[in-house]
């Protein structure tokens, strides 16, 4: 395995042994019911993982939704990490990211008929989420990012680790990504490596994992990028398009606000021989200044109107922007992802998700 990003910061180590105790001393009180941590009598199935940084959460949300929402009504609450709201917001078709966030902003874009919601505070949330008339109130509830925010006791715990930076190879913050130790992974049911590459050693990995995932409980997976869709499909005859066989046929400019470009921009650079790419941090709130810099690189690129792409997360944020060019909105697209579990391992996880939902309702 690559240890090219495992990046760390030694000199950090006595901040560290600080973060450690705190850390430490937190979960103790949650282990020993001095902080309270509160059981629900519906499925409350916990999206986490132990590191800061982008894993390939939603993408596993989004799977949970596919699966379970013709089965079940089923919310996600969330965070709703960066909004500018405050409190709890119950989302509806007209949400922005400003006011729920990105991630949540995305999924209720892609699934109007899920319920979504966002809190800070988890038990005021659950707690609205179950206040909802009977005909609405869900029967499943996926917590995104919740892992930490022990004062819900979900009835299932899947932490998500990426395959290029896996939980028991990194260090505690400040001098590595992890939130708190590798051994909290216990807390988990299952484990998912995300991100893989399809020529992943399975074997080589699952030997360095505690014993608990070393059978049936860890899983593998992979993004799959779908063909790009239409920020503005109201000013587009086409809202998706098809990349394949465009390679020398089409200049394209990518920008991107997430944790790692890294793999997007090797997947564009296969369908075109000029592709320039503009990378900001981790939901980048778009200023006016920053679409101006875009701007300029634009018009440096060769040809008439290259296409524009960016991820289904920027998007989110871009939809509801006043200063988007107007000559952009028949150009900009975004690029879905989905995850596909690896190794034939589909139908094992998907029946481990279902019992647990079906021995709860009984």
Known sequence: ??????????????????????????NFCFNRGLLPSV?????????????????????????????????????VLSRGYK??????????ENSTAREIGDEACQIKVKFPQVTVAVDKHRRRGMRN??????????QVIILDDAFQHRYVKP??????????????????????????????????????????????????ILQQLPEKFREDNVFFSKIEYQPPVSVFPQYHPHQFLQLDGMK???????????????????EIGKYTANLRSLSFGDHHAFTKRDIEKIQRMLSQMPGDSPLIICTEKDA??????????????????????????????????????IQHISLLEN
């Open 83 to 92: 909004r500018k709201s405050t409190g709890y917001v119950l989302a509806d």
């Open 155 to 204: 009835s299932l715990s899947i932490i998500v680790t990426a395959c290029n930076r896996l939980f028991f190879k990194d260090k505690l913050l400040p001098v590595g990504h992890l939130r708190e130790p590798a051994t909290s992974v216990a807390r988990a049911e299952l484990l998912l490596i995300s991100k893989c590459p399809e020529n992943i050693n399975e074997p080589e």
């Open 129 to 138: 989420l179950l206040a909802l008339p009977e005909n609405v109130r869900p």
């Open 316 to 353: 989110a944020r871009l939809r509801h922007l006043e200063f988007i060019p107007d000559d952009w909105k028949s150009r900009l697209y975004y690029i879905p992802m989905k995850m596909r579990l690896l190794f034939g391992k589909e139908n094992l996880f998907e029946k481990k998700i």
């Open 248 to 266: 020398d046929k089409v200049n394209i400019l990518l920008f991107t606000g997430i944790a790692n470009p890294a793999p997007l921009i090797v």
């Open 39 to 75: 059981s629900y009598s519906i499925p409350v199935i916990c999206v986490g993982n132990l590191a800061v940084g982008g894993t390939g959460k939603t993408p596993l949300v989004e799977y949970l939704i596919r699966l379970l929402s013709g089965r079940f009504r089923v919310a």
């Open 1 to 26: 395995m690559d240890d090219a990003h495992y990046r760390f910061y030694p000199v950090l180590q006595p901040f560290a042994f600080l973060y450690q105790a705190a850390v430490a001393l937190r």
